[in-house]
C-alpha cells in the first residue's frame, strides 16, 4: 500500500470532523467575522519525519473544496525544529475548524514515520526488513500503514482478508502445528502463501514439513533465534523467517544480525509518540 485510498481518506476525515464540529464551531461563530480570511502554516517543533500531509490537506478540501496545503516538506521527508513544513490560506473559519483534527493526524501519523524510521536506521546494513502489524487504532489502519511507509518500512497483512498467518490460538484449536499448516494448505490454494508461528524447534521442523512458507520467530531471544534460523536454512534454505515480539529499539539489531528477513514491530503503530507540530493563523 504505496498510496492513500482517496475515497477512504474523505470518508473517515468527514467522521473525524464530524466528532469534532458537531453541530458547529460555537467559539469560532462567535468571535470570528464571516468571510474573514486568514493565513496559518505548520511548524515542526522537534526533529521527525514528516508524514500525513495528504490527510491533513484533506481535512481542508472537506470543509471548502478550494483549500489547499502548500507543502515545504514531502511525506518520508526529515526535518528539523524549526521548519515550515506546510502553509494553507482561506477562510479564518475554515482554518480553525480543521485545525485540530488536521494537527492531530499530522502529528500522529509523523510519529509513526518518525519511529519507523529510527527501527529502519538500527538495522541498516543487514538483510532484515521492519514491517508493521495489525495493532492500529480502530479506524486508522490505512493511515497508519501508510506511516510506516513514509518511514521506510514495510507493511505486513492489512487485515484478517490480507494473507494466512496461524498463530499460537489457531494451533491450539487445530490441534498441532502440522495439522493447522496442512489445513492452511488445502483451503487456500496454491495464490495464498502459509505463515505460521513457531515456538520451539520441533515447532519449526513440524512446519516446514507440512509445507509453511513463512516462519514467525515469536518472542525468541537473539540467541536462540540464531540458531533456528541455522535450523530452518539447512532444511529449507529459501523459507522466509520473520521474529515478532519484544523488539525495541536497543535489541532489535541483534535479531537482524541473527539473519531472520522480516522483523515485525507493534511499537511502531501502538506506541508511537505524537511529534510536535504546532499550526499557527494570522489575518490575511
Known sequence: MKWLDEGALFSQIGAFLSEDLGRGDITTQATVMRQQRARGKFLAKEPMVVAGLEAAEAVFSTLDSGQQLEAFASDGDEVEAGKTIARTAGFADVLLGAERVALNLLQRLSGIATLTRQFVKAVEGTEA????????????????????????????????????????????????????????????????????????????????????????????????????????????????????????????????????????????????????????????
Open 129 to 284: 526488513q521492519i514491517v508493521d502489524t495489525r495493532k492500529t487504532a480502530p479506524g486508522l489502519r490505512m493511515l497508519e500503514k501508510y506511516a510506516v511507509l513514509a518511514g521506510g518500512g514495510r507493511n505486513h497483512r492489512f487485515g484478517l482478508d490480507d494473507g494466512v498467518l496461524i498463530k499460537d490460538n489457531h494451533i491450539a484449536l487445530a490441534g498441532g502445528v502440522a495439522t493447522a499448516v496442512e489445513r492452511a494448505r488445502d483451503a487456500v490454494g496454491h495464490l495464498h502463501k502459509v505463515e505460521v508461528e513457531v515456538a520451539s524447534e520441533r515447532d519449526l521442523r513440524e512446519a516446514i514439513r507440512a509445507g509453511a512458507d513463512i516462519l514467525l520467530l515469536d518472542n525468541q531471544t537473539p540467541e536462540e533465534t540464531a540458531r533456528l534460523v541455522l535450523v530452518a536454512r539447512e532444511l529449507e534454505p529459501g523459507i522466509l523467517l520473520e521474529s515478532s515480539g519484544g523488539i525495541t529499539l536497543a535489541n532489535v539489531r541483534a535479531y537482524a544480525e541473527a539473519g531472520v528477513d522480516l522483523i515485525s514491530v507493534g511499537a511502531l503503530t501502538h506506541s508511537a509518540r505524537a511529534v510536535d507540530i504546532s499550526f499557527k493563523i494570522q489575518p490575511g
